[in-house]
């Protein structure tokens, strides 16, 4: 099974700034089976990107992924105050996902 | 509009047993795989199981295997997740979801284990 490792566990920033989190697997993950979600408290999960870095529909592009291997990024290019939640990374086969145990955005 | 609808949790005793709902529609049921993902809470998001766009193949994860068990009406637009054997540690929010990726969400569905 394929274990993704987030980092940080938590980041603490302000808005209008820039965010990085990162995603490493275990093994290699193929660049089409990496995704991002965000959640909101007391909210069901958000896709955000996929395929490494592709957005779902109605994702603001200040959202991107990127990285390939074993070393994946979600980054947030200008902070709004919408942005800040926990962001979940999911690497997916045909039927079956493993999800990284994510990393809290919150306001500094 | 493209929606999931999760129903059937509640609060059950250890080793007792719930089925799981979750109804589709505004796209093309038949067409996608499903699956279910659960948060304990406080805790980050476990996929649980996955079912065919058939329903022949279905696949769940080591923490349920053998006591969960995923299946699918066509017909009726709905995926189901029959749990037995229920465990403490099985309480969580469950959630229902089109795949891959995980692009449209269910709401989600409490199971509370507890005597």
């Known amino acids: 099974e394929i274990v993704l490792t987030q980092s940080p566990g938590t980041l603490s920033l302000s808005p209008g700034e820039r965010a990085t989190l990162s995603c490493k697997a275990s093994?290699?993950?193929?660049?089409?089976?990496l995704a991002w979600y965000q959640q909101k408290p007391g909210q069901a999960p958000r896709l955000l990107t996929y395929g490494a870095t592709s957005r779902a529909t109605g994702v603001p592009d200040r959202f991107s992924g990127s990285g390939s291997g074993t070393d994946f990024t979600l980054t947030i290019s200008r902070l709004e105050p919408e942005d800040f939640a926990v962001y979940y990374c999911q690497q997916y086969g045909l039927y079956r996902a493993t999800f990284g145990q994510g990393t809290k955005l919150e306001i500094k | 509009e493209v929606q999931l609808l999760d129903s059937g949790g509640g609060l059950v005793q250890p080793g007792g047993s719930l089925r799981l709902s979750c109804a589709a529609s505004?796209?093309?049921?038949?067409?996608?795989?499903m699956s279910w993902v659960r948060q304990a809470p406080g805790k980050g998001l476990e996929w649980v199981s996955g079912i065919s766009t058939s329903g022949t193949s279905t696949y769940s994860a080591d923490s349920v295997r053998g006591r969960f068990t995923i299946s699918r009406d066509n017909s009726k637009n709905t995926v189901y997740l029959q749990m037995n054997s229920l465990r403490a540690e099985d309480t969580a929010i469950y959630y229902c979801?089109?795949?891959?990726?995980?692009?449209?969400w269910g709401p989600g569905t409490t199971v509370t284990v507890s005597s």
């Open positions: 505004g796209f093309t049921f038949s067409s996608y795989a």
């Open positions: 093994q290699s993950v193929s660049i089409t089976s």
């Open positions: 979801a089109r795949v891959f990726p995980l692009d449209v």
